[in-house]
């Protein structure tokens, strides 16, 4: 490990980068820095345009401590005003009655990390290249309802709505403000330098990548929020959760976040000293992602049987310790939006052959499955080195096998596994774990409407490329509803029919074990957001 460690700093002298050492990739056991913070990721983040990336959490993180949203969500559920001054209210003026004309009012002494002043022209780019088609936006977060918009003003946005939009709040603390000064000129922003070198206005500045090795920020002093407490700020990039365990416990790094400890040391986490560790509710749902335009997909019944012959219930107490809660839905099952009424399909091996068998899905000499010349075989990938998972999967290989299903793992890095291989549709099937992205909103258009899959030309996050057009239908009359109890109705269909069609077979939602070392202040998970890297500026390490 020593090596290893002395490897890759040497490396990164010899690349230019002699802030290695200074970054804590060669920190001794507790010898840490007052001021300086490492936090711990298993997966790779590529993209920090907080547009166009796609791996949520571990980018997201990235989009947190570079970027703002006119406001965010705070561990409560609260918005809190960013760059905005206020959270637009009809009592206040900033949504009309009818709830379709939105004022936003901005703040006038946010600064860009290169000294330009933050106005309203930088809120109507983000909005110009969220709308434009030739962008591969990764969600329009609802701005597809918007029917014009103008800057009355440097810093006032008027925003007037084609109908009506419930999650429209959440909307904009989902969209982190990209500035104009910068990418107006940008022949195509989808493979812009800024991309892998952002300037934001967030708490602090991007600094460096090492790809493979780790992210370096430091802090915007000017910051609008405050001055940030740390000096500097390392997102250290470490595959395998064992290894990034065994450096948390030795202080080589600070916060361990993301995926979390690997259940099977919870017990022995919380014996650290030094430490803390802290269950972190998540709006992520672990699926099995099926590709459907893969002819072993085409027919709902494989799907059907494959989710059945799953033994659910031992992946999480085998796997994940029974730290996980199960859920039907791509909602967490406290959320108020969830199907109460769904029917679990159980684990049924036998009766799940016999579904095979009734649609001609008949075992070959090889003791494969077969129809039409297709077999029912197929890989399964996802983020390597990620033990729980690779567990899981074998889990499935041995569940599959006894129906007469192939499934052969197929892992990589998170940087491929998530980039083209996902978009354009180049994987069979995926062992992942995404959220509503307008949550706490239970709006998932992006996810499942049909004319959001990037694989057939088009943005959005409709990887497993399924197509139902009641599914269409119900998405717009939900998002259009302003009654709760009006849209509960409307998502509880939905879930009946995504658990009928299983594009994508619901496993369990995540509750995360992170942990932190008592050095660190600030630090607060957020049941609301896909990371906790929601409130950088407030951490600090003494």
């Known amino acids: 490990?020593?090596?290893?460690?002395?490897?890759?700093?040497?490396?990164?002298?010899?690349?230019?980068?002699?802030?290695?050492?200074?970054?804590?990739?060669?920190?001794?056991?507790?010898?840490?820095t007052p001021g300086q913070l490492i936090i711990g990721m298993n997966e790779e983040a590529v993209n920090f345009n907080p547009l166009l990336y796609v791996n949520t959490g571990v980018e997201t993180s990235v989009e947190f401590i570079v970027f703002d949203a006119p406001w965010k969500l705070d561990p409560t559920g609260s918005f809190v005003p960013n760059l905005a001054t206020e959270i637009p209210t009809q009592a206040n003026g900033g949504i009309s009655a009818d709830g379709k004309t939105w004022t936003i009012k901005?703040?006038?002494?946010?600064?860009?990390?290169?000294?330009?002043p933050f106005t309203a022209a930088d809120m109507i780019f983000t909005l110009d290249t969220l709308l434009n088609p030739k962008v591969v936006v990764r969600s329009?977060?609802?701005?597809?309802?918007?029917?014009?918009?103008?800057?009355?003003?440097?810093?006032?946005?008027?925003?007037?709505?084609?109908?009506?939009?419930?999650?429209?709040?959440?909307?904009?603390?989902?969209?982190?403000?990209?500035?104009?000064?910068?990418?107006?000129?940008?022949?195509?922003?989808?493979t812009a330098d800024f991309n892998t070198?952002?300037?934001?206005?967030?708490?602090?500045?991007?600094?460096?990548?090492?790809?493979?090795?780790?992210?370096?920020?430091?802090?915007?002093?000017?910051?609008?929020?405050?001055?940030?407490?740390?000096?500097?700020?390392?997102?250290?990039?470490?595959?395998?959760?064992?290894?990034?365990?065994?450096?948390?416990?030795?202080?080589?790094?600070?916060?361990?976040?993301?995926?979390?400890?690997?259940?099977?040391?919870?017990?022995?986490?919380?014996?650290?000293?030094?430490?803390?560790?802290?269950?972190?509710?998540?709006?992520f749902v672990e699926f099995i992602y099926f590709n459907c335009a893969k002819p072993q997909f085409q027919e709902k019944v494989v799907r059907q049987a494959i989710y059945k012959a799953v033994d659910k219930?031992?992946?999480?107490?085998?796997?994940?310790?029974?730290?996980?809660?199960?859920?039907?839905?791509?909602?967490?099952?406290?959320?108020?939006?969830?199907?109460?009424?769904?029917?679990?399909?159980?684990?049924?091996?036998?009766?799940?052959?016999?579904?095979?068998?009734?649609?001609?899905?008949?075992?070959?000499?090889?003791?494969?499955?077969?129809?039409?010349?297709v077999r029912l075989a197929f890989t399964m990938s996802t983020t390597a080195g990620n033990k729980p998972r690779e567990q899981a999967q074998q889990l499935v290989q041995q569940n599959l096998k006894k129906i007469n299903i192939e499934m052969t793992i197929k892992n990589m890095p998170g940087s491929v596994v998530w980039g083209d291989y996902t978009i354009k549709g180049e994987y069979d099937t995926l062992m992942v774990a995404w959220d509503p992205l307008l949550y706490p909103d239970p709006d998932y258009t992006d996810r499942i409407h049909s004319k959001l899959i990037p694989a057939k030309g088009g943005s959005g996050s409709n990887y497993v490329q399924y197509e139902n057009p009641e599914i269409d239908d119900l998405c717009a009359k939900g998002v259009a509803a302003v009654d709760q109890a009006?849209?509960?109705?409307?998502?509880?269909?939905?879930?009946?029919?995504?658990?009928?069609?299983?594009?994508f077979a619901p496993i369990f939602s995540w509750q995360a074990i992170m942990a932190a070392h008592d050095w660190v202040s600030g630090y607060t998970v957020n049941p609301y957001t896909s990371t906790n890297s929601w409130n950088t500026g407030d951490w600090s390490v003494t």
């Open 1 to 32: 490990m020593l090596r290893e460690r002395l490897t890759i700093g040497r490396r990164a002298l010899l690349a230019g980068t002699a802030a290695a050492t200074v970054l804590g990739h060669l920190r001794a056991a507790g010898a840490r």
């Open 106 to 116: 901005l703040r006038k002494d946010v600064l860009w990390h290169d000294g330009t």
């Open 140 to 190: 329009r977060n609802g701005h597809e309802h918007v029917e014009t918009y103008k800057a009355v003003d440097d810093y006032t946005v008027l925003i007037k709505l084609k109908d009506n939009f419930a999650p429209y709040l959440v909307s904009w603390q989902k969209t982190s403000v990209i500035p104009k000064h910068v990418l107006a000129s940008v022949p195509d922003i989808n």
């Open 197 to 283: 070198n952002p300037i934001g206005t967030g708490p602090f500045r991007f600094k460096e990548r090492v790809a493979g090795s780790y992210i370096s920020f430091t802090p915007n002093e000017k910051y609008h929020g405050g001055k940030p407490k740390l000096n500097l700020l390392v997102q250290k990039y470490i595959a395998d959760q064992q290894t990034m365990y065994a450096q948390y416990q030795t202080g080589e790094i600070d916060i361990y976040d993301i995926n979390g400890i690997p259940p099977v040391l919870f017990a022995k986490a919380k014996q650290i000293p030094q430490s803390k560790t802290l269950l972190s509710p998540s709006p």
């Open 313 to 373: 219930k031992g992946w999480i107490d085998a796997v994940w310790y029974g730290v996980p809660v199960p859920t039907l839905s791509y909602l967490p099952p406290n959320h108020w939006a969830y199907n109460k009424n769904l029917e679990d399909p159980g684990y049924d091996p036998k009766q799940a052959a016999a579904m095979l068998d009734a649609a001609g899905w008949t075992v070959g000499a090889d003791g494969v499955r077969a129809k039409n010349g």
């Open 486 to 503: 009006e849209r509960k109705k409307i998502y509880d269909r939905i879930q009946e029919i995504l658990l009928e069609d299983v594009p």
